[in-house]
Structure formats: C-alpha cells, structure tokens
T-cell receptor, first 113, second 113 residues
Framework: SQTIHQWPATLVQPVGSPLSLECTVE??????LYWYRQAAGRGLQLLFY??????ISSEVPQNLSASRPQDRQFILSSKKLLLSDSGFYLC????????????FGSGTRLTVV | GENVEQHPSTLSVQEGDSAVIKCTYS??????FPWYKQELGKGPQLIID?????GEKKDQRIAVTLNKTAKHFSLHITETQPEDSAVYFC????????????FGKGTLLTVNP
C-alpha cells in the first residue's frame, strides 16, 4: 500500500533562518506531488505541484521554493523565513492515472518567531 | 480557473441528526469532486468522492450528490456521532485536470452529544 511521510511534525524557527521540509511517498511510482499551506482560517492554499522529477509549478509567488530531486521526494524550502510564513504545511500525492484523489501527509506546524 | 464555494462555514447539530454541506463550482469542465475530513492537528483525509458520470454515491452514513447542470454537489451525513466533529472540505478538479484540485474554504461541523 502507499504511504506518505512528512517531517518534522512541528518546527519553530527564527525570522531570517532557512527552511527545509521534506516529504516522501512509498509504494507508488511517478506520483503527482503537492505542497499546501493552511493558515488559521482553515483554507487550503496550493503552493507548488509537480508532475515529474524536476518539474515544479508555482501557484503563488512568495518566499518559498520547491524541488523534486527524486521521483517520490518533494522538498519545500526557504532561504530566509518571514513571520508570515508561519502556518500548517501539508504535502500530498495523487496517482498519475486519476484512480483516486489526493492523500495528504500529517502536516508540519511551522512557527516563525 | 475553478472557483469552489462551500456553505455553511460552521454547522452545529445534535447527535443523531443529519448534516448537509453544500458546494458550488464554476468550471463546467470539472469532473471529479472529493470530500475531505480534517481533525484537529492532522492532515485532511479523503472520505468520499464522486465523478461526473454519476449523480449520487453512498458509503454507510455518508453520501454525496452531484447536480452537473446546477454545478453543485453536497455531502450528507446521517445519524451523526460526536466523532464526526471535524472540518470538512469539498474540492473540484480544475478544468478536468488530472492533478489539480481547488478546495472550498471548509465547514466546521460540531456534533453535540
């Protein structure tokens, strides 16, 4: 069966520090991968998605970037965090063949102080 | 692009009552509509989905209906239980995309014992 791992679960970082959040998927090949941010107001904001290695689409211009160095690995990064980067970050995957919807990871609670 | 509106934003019911959450979408090319349940501090979990070639789908106490003409779909939960309390999100696939979902803003459902 397929599983998605996301870490760390919580993170407190000072303003101006770098960020690296990692997400990996097991049990499937060539998944579509996504990064979402969820602010306190509940909405799910799509940040990046990837349909293949090295292919990244950005939905919202911001202080963050994403990379997909391997087929089942998706990384969210920042060189210098801002206070406004605080939030709940969710990684998700979906199969290429549209056989099912998204499966989300357990999320990372990021607090920038 | 796709726009998904979700109502109500909060819903409070007594245990055993039914709950209905409604969503409308704008893109007539959308053909896949999943529903997610998110418990506090966790990632959203897919609970049911429907494709545009059917009008209704049921899974035990949960059902989803789709009206393609009116571009709206609804989640119905019968015999609600306290463990149904969570935030529920609807979504539609933008432009019939294989990989891109647009989410509603969520409904906080509270089931009172």
């Amino acid at each position: 069966s397929q599983t998605i791992h996301q870490w760390p679960a919580t993170l407190v970082q000072p303003v101006g520090s770098p960020l690296s959040l990692e997400c990996t998927v097991e049990g499937t090949s060539n998944p579509n991968l996504y990064w979402y941010r969820q602010a306190a107001g509940r909405g799910l904001q799509l940040l990046f998605y990837s349909v293949g290695i090295g292919q990244i689409s950005s939905e919202v211009p911001q202080n963050l970037s994403a990379s997909r160095p391997q087929d089942r690995q998706f990384i969210l990064s920042s060189k210098k965090l801002l206070l406004s980067d605080s939030g709940f970050y969710l990684c998700a995957w979906s199969p290429m063949d549209r056989s099912s919807g998204y499966t989300f990871g357990s999320g990372t609670r990021l607090t920038v102080v | 692009g796709e726009n998904v509106e979700q109502h109500p934003s909060t819903l409070s019911v007594q245990e055993g009552d039914s709950a209905v959450i409604k969503c409308t979408y704008s893109d007539s090319a959308s053909n896949y509509f999943p529903w997610y349940k998110q418990e506090l501090g966790k990632g959203p979990q897919l609970i049911i989905d429907i494709r545009s070639n059917v009008g209704e789908k049921k899974d035990q106490r949960i059902a989803v209906t789709l009206n393609k003409t009116a571009k709206h779909f609804s989640l119905h939960i019968t015999e609600t239980q306290p463990e149904d309390s969570a935030v529920y999100f609807c979504a539609g696939n933008s432009g019939g995309s294989n990989y891109k979902l647009t989410f509603g803003k969520g409904t906080l459902l509270t089931v009172n014992p």
